[in-house]
């Protein structure tokens, strides 16, 4: 060490003189003392004072300038060193450097600014807002042929994607179009993989999605998953999955999405869907979860469930029942709720068998199978009177349904199961499928339904129970009596936050269960009339209309 300090103290001496032999023996120096204790070493030069003196020294015509880089480079491994680096006001000199035409001091610089700036995000912000992101991406297209360099941008890179902040300059690049000639040049799996580290947080931004399709990002991907998919190596199996994932993930954007559907005819969209009947359980999820990103409007779906994906989907999911892959059964439910949608495609699903393919999972203990089987069938069901009479008077589905709305630790599976259950009764409005709900204990989660924080759930629950009321009032009596449905009905109405749908469907309900006696005395103690003649003069006509409606019949009947 005392030759360190002999060094530090020369090196203080000689950058004022600029003697150049001089210094570039004590810089030697130095990098040979941080190569034997980096730590000791990296102490001493801040105890010295010679890191801003290194800022100086920082100059791109200077032969010294890739050693002093390097130097910084090695104390910014420690972390205690990365503040007192800043401090010292490295970080804008270094900046400048990266314009530099000779790779040394372009490669030792970034592995500097990379060191100093590692794991802090206000720091990676900082060489964000100083416009490094293009220079980087500049240097890639100029430098690809020089490994050293090219995996410095890389590291970069994957550093700085992963900020928000990050991704509007990334998109005024030609990031994309670089990282795909990039990967096309590639053999080496690691090599590979490091540019899919890249693109995928990258690929988040929906504007450099499309960058990428129009790069040719696509077929690449395409190119690795038929290279690797009978690939028993580890990194077989990984290229495929990064690959499909990726592939994925692009389908996410709108634009990108659509511009590789097209129409139904596009060849990517063909090869996504030779996937869905694959051996290889990584591709099934990837198809699946491509169709359902495709199924992200009606046209798609239309057309989609018009050319046959429909049996695609319900072969895979019943290759599934057995096999049980939780993921590639979320994925294909997914898919099938998404292709639900339109109208047009309710009854075209229902005449294949949709509906008796997703109960067979209705076992499933995964609460996200479970929610996407009551997603599907909740779509399936919508406007179709038959299907909702069908699935209602299913006791076993019923019975289902009622436990999952106790699902507590699954807010998700408890809220679908309410949905469906009022859906089945508002959807076929059947006296039938009004018993079943009751024998199957399912009144009173209609009711708790009723006080939910979501408006539209609190509406569905309310025309449900409004139905239940006036197509087996008797049957429904005791249910409503101990889920306190009155005093639910009385809070509703008081709430000033509640919407206006939401206490017409609150009348509407009071009006159909007064034919109850018990329930009616309830009305009568809980003083209903003040609430609802107040609500008379209420800003929207149809509450107001329905409340001299209600405080009619309240008067007559008290």
């Given at each position: 060490m005392d030759n360190l300090s002999d060094a530090l103290a020369k090196l203080k001496l000689a950058s004022t003189d600029s003697a150049s032999?001089?210094?570039?023996?004590?810089?030697?120096?130095?990098?040979?003392?941080?190569?034997?204790?980096?730590?000791?070493?990296?102490?001493?030069?801040?105890?010295?004072?010679?890191?801003?003196?290194?800022?100086?020294?920082?100059n791109p015509q200077s032969s010294c300038t890739p050693k002093v880089a390097n130097i910084i480079a090695e104390v910014a491994k420690n972390e205690f060193m990365r503040t007192p680096c800043v401090e010292a006001g490295l970080i804008p000199p270094l900046i400048q450097l990266l314009n530099s035409t000779d790779q040394e001091i372009l490669l030792q610089t970034g592995r500097a600014l990379g060191n100093i700036c590692y794991d802090s995000h206000?720091?990676?912000?900082?060489?964000?807002?100083?416009?490094?992101?293009?220079?980087?991406?500049?240097?890639?297209?100029?430098?690809?042929?020089?490994?050293?360099?090219?995996?410095?941008?890389?590291?970069?890179?994957?550093?700085?994607?992963?900020?928000?902040?990050?991704?509007?300059?990334?998109?005024?690049?030609?990031?994309?179009?670089?990282?795909?000639?990039?990967?096309?040049?590639?053999?080496?799996?690691?090599?590979?993989?490091?540019?899919?580290?890249?693109?995928?947080?990258?690929?988040?931004?929906?504007?450099?999605?499309?960058?990428?399709?129009?790069?040719?990002?696509?077929?690449?991907?395409?190119?690795?998953?038929?290279?690797?998919?009978?690939?028993?190596?580890?990194?077989?199996?990984?290229?495929?999955?990064?690959?499909?994932?990726?592939?994925?993930?692009?389908?996410?954007?709108?634009?990108?999405?659509?511009?590789?559907?097209?129409?139904?005819?596009?060849?990517?969209?063909?090869?996504?869907?030779?996937?869905?009947?694959s051996h290889n359980?990584?591709?099934?999820?990837?198809?699946?979860?491509?169709?359902?990103?495709?199924?992200?409007?009606?046209?798609?779906?239309?057309?989609?469930?018009?050319?046959?994906?429909?049996?695609?989907?319900?072969?895979?999911?019943?290759?599934?029942?057995?096999?049980?892959?939780?993921?590639?059964?979320?994925?294909?439910?997914?898919?099938?709720?998404?292709?639900?949608?339109?109208?047009?495609?309710?009854?075209?699903?229902?005449?294949?068998?949709?509906?008796?393919?997703?109960?067979?999972?209705?076992?499933?203990?995964?609460?996200?199978?479970?929610?996407?089987?009551?997603?599907?069938?909740?779509?399936?069901?919508?406007?179709?009177?038959?299907?909702?009479?069908?699935?209602?008077?299913?006791?076993?589905?019923?019975?289902?349904?009622?436990?999952?709305?106790?699902?507590?630790?699954?807010?998700?599976?408890?809220?679908?199961?309410?949905r469906l259950l009022s859906a089945l009764i508002r959807h076929s409005k059947s006296k039938d499928v009004v018993r079943t709900v009751i024998q199957g204990g399912g009144v009173k989660h209609l009711v708790t339904m009723a006080t939910s924080e979501h408006m539209i759930m609190q509406n569905e629950a309310l025309v449900a129970l409004g139905l239940i009321a006036a197509l087996d009032l008797a049957a429904a009596e005791k249910d409503f009596e101990e889920a306190n449905l009155v005093a639910v009905l009385h809070k509703l109405l008081s709430d000033e936050r509640s919407a206006p749908e939401i206490k017409y469907n609150s009348m509407i309900l009071i009006c159909a269960v007064m034919g109850s006696e018990p329930l009616h005395k309830e009305i009568q103690s809980r003083a209903f009339i003040d609430v609802v003649s107040k609500l008379r003069s209420h800003e929207n006509k149809t509450v107001s209309h329905q409340a001299s409606l209600t405080e009619q019949r309240l008067t007559a009947q008290s």
């Amino acid at each position: 060490m005392d030759n360190l300090s002999d060094a530090l103290a020369k090196l203080k001496l000689a950058s004022t003189d600029s003697a150049s032999d001089s210094v570039e023996s004590c810089l030697d120096c130095l990098l040979k003392a941080l190569l034997n204790n980096n730590t000791e070493a990296s102490v001493k030069i801040q105890e010295m004072g010679i890191l801003p003196l290194l800022s100086t020294l920082l100059n791109p015509q200077s032969s010294c300038t890739p050693k002093v880089a390097n130097i910084i480079a090695e104390v910014a491994k420690n972390e205690f060193m990365r503040t007192p680096c800043v401090e010292a006001g490295l970080i804008p000199p270094l900046i400048q450097l990266l314009n530099s035409t000779d790779q040394e001091i372009l490669l030792q610089t970034g592995r500097a600014l990379g060191n100093i700036c590692y794991d802090s995000h206000s720091l990676q912000g900082q060489l964000i807002s100083m416009g490094v992101i293009p220079t980087l991406v500049k240097l890639l297209g100029i430098h690809s042929h020089n490994a050293a360099l090219t995996e410095m941008c890389l590291i970069a890179f994957g550093n700085l994607a992963e900020l928000e902040s990050s991704k509007e300059q990334f998109a005024s690049t030609n990031i994309a179009e670089e990282l795909v000639r990039l990967f096309q040049k590639q053999v080496e799996h690691e090599k590979k993989e490091m540019i899919f580290e890249v693109l995928a947080p990258l690929a988040e931004n929906d504007a450099i999605k499309l960058q990428m399709v129009e790069a040719g990002l696509v077929e690449c991907l395409l190119e690795v998953v038929a290279q690797t998919v009978d690939g028993k190596r580890e990194e077989d199996v990984a290229q495929l999955k990064t690959a499909s994932d990726l592939m994925v993930l692009l389908l996410l954007g709108d634009e990108s999405m659509q511009k590789l559907f097209e129409g139904g005819k596009g060849s990517v969209f063909q090869r996504v869907l030779s996937w869905i009947p694959s051996h290889n359980h990584q591709l099934q999820l990837a198809g699946a979860l491509a169709i359902a990103n495709f199924a992200r409007n009606d046209g798609n779906c239309i057309h989609m469930v018009d050319t046959g994906i429909v049996q695609k989907l319900l072969e895979l999911l019943d290759r599934h029942i057995d096999e049980g892959n939780v993921t590639v059964q979320h994925a294909a439910l997914s898919a099938l709720r998404n292709l639900a949608i339109p109208v047009v495609n309710k009854s075209k699903m229902l005449s294949a068998g949709v509906a008796d393919v997703v109960l067979k999972f209705l076992q499933s203990e995964m609460p996200p199978v479970q929610f996407k089987l009551l997603g599907t069938l909740r779509m399936l069901i919508d406007t179709q009177v038959e299907a909702a009479d069908q699935l209602g008077t299913n006791g076993k589905l019923v019975e289902r349904l009622v436990e999952w709305c106790e699902a507590k630790d699954h807010a998700g599976v408890m809220g679908e199961s309410n949905r469906l259950l009022s859906a089945l009764i508002r959807h076929s409005k059947s006296k039938d499928v009004v018993r079943t709900v009751i024998q199957g204990g399912g009144v009173k989660h209609l009711v708790t339904m009723a006080t939910s924080e979501h408006m539209i759930m609190q509406n569905e629950a309310l025309v449900a129970l409004g139905l239940i009321a006036a197509l087996d009032l008797a049957a429904a009596e005791k249910d409503f009596e101990e889920a306190n449905l009155v005093a639910v009905l009385h809070k509703l109405l008081s709430d000033e936050r509640s919407a206006p749908e939401i206490k017409y469907n609150s009348m509407i309900l009071i009006c159909a269960v007064m034919g109850s006696e018990p329930l009616h005395k309830e009305i009568q103690s809980r003083a209903f009339i003040d609430v609802v003649s107040k609500l008379r003069s209420h800003e929207n006509k149809t509450v107001s209309h329905q409340a001299s409606l209600t405080e009619q019949r309240l008067t007559a009947q008290s």
